[in-house]
C-alpha cells in the first residue's frame, strides 16, 4: 500500500508571482489602451502611456525570472524562434515569443506620436534620442504600416495574457494548478489590473486628454471583471474541494489564511467592487474614489498570483 506525502513547492514563490503579475498586466495594458485608441478615442497620449509602462512592465517581469534562471544561457532558446521548433508544446517559449514581439510592436505603434510629444521632447535624454535622424527614419517607417503594428501588439498582448495561466495549468503535478478555470481566471484579473492601471494614470497623468467617456467605460467594464473574478474564484475553489486531496490541501491552506481572505478577497475585490459599484450607479466619482479603488485591484492582482505559488501543494507516493 503506497503512502501519499504532500508537500508545497518552494522553487516559484514570491519573485514567480511578479513575473506573472507584471507580465499579465503589462501585455493586458497594451492591448487595451491600444484596442481603446483603434475604436474608441483618439488619444495619442494614451497609446504613449500605455506602451511604455505596459514595456516596462513586462521588461520587469521578464528580468526578474531571467534573475532566477540557473541557465540563463538557456534564455536563447526561448527568445529565439528555435526554442518553439524545439519544444513546440512548453508554454514558456510561446510566451517569451508573445512578449518579444509584443514590446517591439507596441514601441512601433507608439513611436510616431513619440517623436511629436512635446512632453518626451522636452526631456533631455529621451527627447535627444527622439530626434535623432534613425529614430524619425524608423516612426515614419511604423507609420506607414501603423495598422498592422496594432494588431499585432493586440493579439500578441491577448496572447500573453493568456499564456500566464496556461503556464501554470501545464503543471500536473500541482493539483491547484492544474485547473481549467486558472487560464480564464488569470486572463479576467490581468484585464481588471489593466483597467484600473490605466484609470489612476488617465486621472492623474492624462487629465483631460482622454475624455470622460473612456473613464467612465473603463469603470464600468473593471466592476464586471471584478464580479466575474468572484464568481470564477468561488468555482475554482468548488473545484477544488470537491476532487483530490492535494487539491483539497490547497484550498484548505488558502481559505485559512488571513492574507488571502482579507488581503485578496477584502481588500483586491470586495472593496473596489463596492466603490465602483457606487461609482457606477451611486454619487461616487472622480479621482478621490477610482484611484484608492483601483490601488485595491493592483494589490489584489498581485497576491492572487503570491497565493497560488505559496499554496501550490502536490502529492507524491513513497
Not at 503512502?3 to 516559484?12: D, E, G, H, I, P
Not at 517623436?115 to 526631456?123: E, F, K, Q, Y
Not at 486621472?203 to 473613464?215: N, T
Not at 475585490?269 to 454619487?283: H, T
Request: a positive charge; one cysteine or more.
Amino acid at each position: 500500500m503506497e503512502l501519499m506525502t504532500y508537500s508545497t513547492q518552494t522553487l516559484w514563490t514570491w519573485w514567480f508571482a511578479v513575473y506573472l503579475f507584471l507580465g499579465g498586466m503589462g501585455a493586458a495594458v497594451v492591448a487595451v489602451s491600444f484596442i481603446t485608441h483603434r475604436h474608441l478615442s483618439e488619444s495619442r497620449n494614451l497609446v504613449m502611456w500605455g506602451a511604455l509602462s505596459g514595456v516596462a512592465m513586462m521588461a520587469a517581469g521578464s528580468g526578474m525570472l531571467f534573475i532566477h534562471l540557473m541557465d540563463k544561457w538557456a534564455a536563447i532558446y526561448i527568445l529565439t524562434p528555435w526554442g518553439i521548433f524545439q519544444k513546440p508544446d512548453a508554454w514558456i517559449a510561446w510566451g517569451s515569443q508573445f512578449i518579444v514581439w509584443l514590446q517591439i510592436a507596441a514601441i512601433l505603434y507608439a513611436l510616431p506620436y513619440m517623436v511629436t510629444s512635446r512632453r518626451l521632447l522636452a526631456m533631455p535624454l529621451v527627447g535627444s534620442i527622439l530626434k535623432m535622424g534613425l529614430m524619425t527614419k524608423v516612426a515614419a517607417f511604423a507609420e506607414r504600416s501603423h495598422g498592422f503594428w496594432g494588431w499585432v501588439s493586440i493579439l500578441a498582448g491577448l496572447g500573453t495574457v493568456v499564456y500566464t495561466g496556461l503556464l501554470l495549468q501545464s503543471f500536473p503535478a500541482v493539483v491547484l494548478w492544474h485547473n481549467p478555470a486558472l487560464p480564464i481566471l488569470f486572463t479576467v484579473s490581468a484585464l481588471s489590473t489593466a483597467m484600473a492601471w490605466l484609470l489612476i494614470v488617465m486621472y492623474l497623468f492624462l487629465g483631460d486628454s482622454v475624455e470622460q467617456r473612456i473613464r467612465a467605460l473603463y469603470e464600468r467594464v473593471d466592476l464586471g471583471l471584478i464580479t466575474a473574478e468572484l464568481i470564477i474564484i468561488f468555482s475554482f475553489f468548488n473545484y477544488t474541494l470537491s476532487g483530490s486531496e492535494a487539491g483539497y490541501r490547497s484550498a484548505q491552506m488558502l481559505w485559512n489564511d488571513a492574507g488571502w481572505l482579507f488581503g485578496f478577497i477584502g481588500i483586491g475585490l470586495v472593496v473596489p467592487l463596492i466603490i465602483e459599484f457606487k461609482c457606477v450607479f451611486g454619487s461616487w466619482g472622480g479621482k478621490r474614489t477610482v484611484i484608492p479603488a483601483s490601488l485595491c485591484v493592483l494589490t489584489g492582482g498581485y497576491l492572487l498570483r503570491h497565493y497560488f505559488m505559496a499554496a501550490g501543494v502536490y502529492a507524491y507516493p513513497w
